[in-house]
């Protein structure tokens, strides 16, 4: 957990981030709105797995609907799975102009304060996921696929 930015487009404004500005900086968990300037992802060895790049398409539209600009997105994969090396800081993907860039930055006192009641993995879970995304031709059948 910590701070995330993704550079979605090629223009000036076409990045999304999760990170605290001067105006919103503040002790973990204590917010002023109901946003707060974090995001989640998981950590498969050496990589960043990122589940929720899918919806940025629609954090681009309700930070245009909230102050009138326009973002363009021309990059939006379903998930993210990027070597740590790759990953750039927030100031390459804020001033980049190649879409795909990306930003994560862990913050122990946001992990602290977020995370203390936070089940551990299942071991049996994390190894299926794990082998999945070492094999991404694999098809995952389960319960809902048996379905009607």
């Known amino acids: ?28 968990g204590v917010t002023t709105g109901l946003a707060v300037p974090l995001h989640a992802w998981l950590t498969l060895g050496q990589a960043i797995l990122d589940l929720t790049t899918g919806s940025l398409p629609m954090k681009a539209a309700l930070l245009d609907a909230a102050d009138g600009g326009h973002t363009t997105v021309q990059w939006a ?13 927030y100031e390459q993907v804020r001033q980049g102009a190649t879409p795909g860039l990306c930003f994560y930055k862990v913050d122990p006192a946001a992990e602290a304060h977020w995370l203390t009641d936070t089940p551990g993995f299942d071991v049996q879970d994390l190894a299926a996921l794990t082998l ?17």
């Open 1 to 28: 957990m910590g701070h995330a930015s993704w550079r979605v487009g090629p223009g000036d404004g076409d990045v999304i981030a999760h990170v605290p500005t001067a105006s919103s900086v503040q002790p973990p």
């Open 77 to 89: 994969p379903a998930y993210l799975l990027v070597d740590f090396h790759a990953v750039r800081s």
């Open 132 to 148: 999945r995304y070492d094999n991404p031709s694999v098809q995952v059948i389960g319960p809902n696929t048996l379905r009607d």
